[in-house]
């Protein structure tokens, strides 16, 4: 067992791609904890899509050691996502720790992220250390980075340490640096004992794997461990260290962070920001743990084949075994059949998920437009939530519509204010203020629903910003708003999959954008078909899909004109019927088309 005067606990914060898992490389390489035939870019992301799409979407521990001054200490590093949807695993990471590494990419600067991420280390009282990587790069200016740091965060930064994570250059001072900045864990090894489960993980071999890290006490092997928020008691059959790897050591003391398996089964037995402590031994407080993660978007997923349900729902569980943050419900849709309503942190976060349904479970699914959760004041004063357009009642049943509004920071070259400032209140942004964090860059602070940020606003921004703006967001609080449901129309059907809440400015655009999308991808069958866009009983857009016409009089040559017409006539009739009976076939491609977002169709006459 260590002791706490030679252990640092920090973690790893920045924006997305200024180079954490890069980092945690070569500190990994500089310490030797991994020998040199091991190593591979992002040893820390295990998972498939973490390593291809080159970002990092669950946080993970690792220990290693450093020698200063012919002391050898014990450094634990948690690695963390830099993405605003995985905002959650950094204020879970930081819970655990007692400093952070601020990251800040030379190049690029302070970024939304960065901003958003010191301010949550700040608010858990972390000692903050600056770091401005990438400092090998030709158009690299650190000076001016430090600057900004100062300017936006307020954190002396002159003196901060210039690393290259890609080359190494740098990465032994800053051990150095951590060992000097970060402060020692505080813990008693004989105190009663407390842990907090700031992870876990599911393990096909050994069932749920649980990060902690022991602020008192110690923990070993063969004891009785009781968590207290789920009063489960559970045998420590296994402790240890991420080495990376895991690596038994068959006890932890105060201040160390590791590992704790049992024959955990389920992931929902474990409550992340938990506290454990011995069975039967002396009551102790529980620590401050952190708030669940919010659902922001709601989105519904059907399998293509109905009969793949039970394989969607299968999949669904296993997933959600490794990745606790997401929810799922069955429901059901008169065009779409079964299926399930899922609760997601963000867009980015729905798209892992389906991406993941998709590679590890074999699934091919239609996915429905991604809502936000609505608040509805009732006529008798009360509050109701709503995940979907579906169940939102008739406006004689509520008062009042109220969303979600985010809080929403902008980062942007000042010359591309402007174009910022337009699409904002395109998206009926309420501006707040601006802060100048250099010469050449702004932060924009703005008040924009949250139904508008999933809609389109971030392919927006970053193209009229070419690809230099930043955006990162809180949700504030609900406002009421003046909202109606569209509903799609195909032959006088409502099609439940095609139902949004959109803002009644805009329900007229939305609609018509829909039904001309739709228009493109339904075949045409042997009766017209009406495709409309309605506001409770008003019609507010139309298009007409002609019907095939069948040549019936084809094999007549010549001969009486009354034997054509009768042939017509009869032609008519069977369309009259048809047009009564027939079922419009709506292909994937259609729904796909219009649950694809804005595009430049919409603009079409």
Same mark, same amino acid.
């Given at each position: 067992m260590q002791p706490t005067n030679l252990i640092r606990n920090f973690c790893i914060i920045a924006h997305i791609d200024h180079g954490k898992s890069t980092l945690a490389d070569r500190m990994l390489e500089v310490t030797g904890a991994v020998d040199k035939r091991d190593m591979r870019a992002q040893l820390l992301d295990s998972m498939e899509l973490e390593r291809e799409r080159g970002i990092t979407i669950k946080a993970s521990a690792v220990t290693i050691w450093h020698e200063v001054g012919g002391q050898k200490y014990e450094l634990n590093l948690i690695d963390t996502p830099g993405h605003v949807d995985f905002n959650y695993e950094v204020q879970k990471a930081l819970q655990a720790?007692?400093?952070?590494?601020?990251?800040?990419?030379?190049s690029q600067g302070v970024e939304a992220q960065t901003v958003a991420n010191a301010y949550l280390a700040v608010e858990a009282n972390l000692e903050i250390v600056p770091v401005i990587n990438k400092c090998d790069l030709p158009h690299a200016r650190p000076e001016e980075v430090a600057e900004e740091v100062e300017n936006s965060i307020g954190i002396q930064a002159e003196d901060a340490s210039r690393v290259s994570a890609k080359t190494g250059m740098g990465v032994k001072e800053l051990l150095d640096s951590i060992v000097r900045m970060v402060p020692?864990?505080?813990g008693d090894p004989n105190a009663s004992l407390r842990c907090l489960i700031f992870d876990a993980a599911y393990n096909e071999y050994r069932g749920i794997v649980v990060y902690l890290r022991v602020m008192e006490g110690t923990i070993k092997e063969g004891e009785m461990i009781h968590m207290l928020g789920t009063d489960k008691v559970y045998e420590a059959i296994d402790i240890g260290r991420f080495t990376p790897s895991m690596k038994r050591t068959g006890e932890l003391g105060p201040g160390e962070v590791g590992y704790f398996v049992s024959n955990i089964k389920k992931l929902s037995d474990v409550r992340i920001g938990d506290t454990m402590t011995r069975h039967k031994g002396p009551k102790v407080e529980m620590l401050p743990g952190y708030r669940p993660p919010m659902h922001m978007v709601y989105a519904d997923f059907f399998p293509t084949n109905? @009969? %793949?349900?039970e394989?969607?729902?299968?999949?669904?569980e296993t997933l959600s075994l490794s990745d606790s943050s997401f929810s799922h419900e069955a429901v059901t849709s008169e065009a779409l059949g079964f299926g399930f309503r899922c609760g997601f942190l963000g867009l980015l976060h729905m798209e892992i998920v389906q991406e993941r349904l998709e590679r590890e479970h074999d699934i091919d699914m239609i996915q429905t437009a991604p809502t936000v959760n609505y608040r509805i004041v009732l006529a008798d004063g009360s509050t109701q939530e709503i995940h979907s357009p579906g169940q939102l009642p008739t406006p004689d049943k509520y008062e009042k519509i109220m969303e979600p509004m985010a809080r929403v920071s902008i980062m942007t070259p000042s010359e591309h204010i402007g174009n910022v400032m337009q699409i904002a209140?395109?998206?009926? @942004? %309420?501006?707040i203020r601006q802060e100048h964090l250099s010469p050449t860059r702004v932060q924009l602070i703005y008040d924009i629903p949250l139904a508008e940020l999933i809609y389109d606003f971030f392919d927006k921004l970053k193209s009229s910003t070419r690809g230099y703006g930043t955006l990162n967001y809180d949700i504030s609080d609900f406002k009421?708003?003046?909202?109606?449901?569209?509903r799609i129309l195909v032959n006088g059907k409502e099609v439940d999959a095609l139902t949004s809440i959109v803002h009644k400015d805009q329900a007229e655009f939305r609609g018509r954008q829909a039904i001309k999308k739709m228009r493109k991808e339904i075949p045409r069958h042997l009766f017209e078909i009406a495709l409309q866009a309605a506001i409770g009983a008003r019609i507010i857009a139309r298009e007409t899909i002609s019907a095939l016409r069948k040549d019936v009089t084809a094999k007549c040559y010549g001969g009486d004109v009354t034997r054509k017409r009768k042939l017509l006539e009869k032609q008519k009739e069977g369309k009259r019927r048809m047009r009564q009976i027939g079922n419009v076939d709506i292909p994937q491609k259609a729904f796909l088309a219009v649950l694809g977002g804005d595009d430049a169709e919409g603009s079409e006459d």
């Open positions: 720790c007692e400093g952070a590494l601020l990251l800040v990419d030379a020692a864990p505080k109905t @009969g %793949d349900f394989s969607l729902r299968e999949a669904l209140s395109d998206h009926r @942004g %309420d501006y009421e708003a003046d909202l109606v449901k569209l």
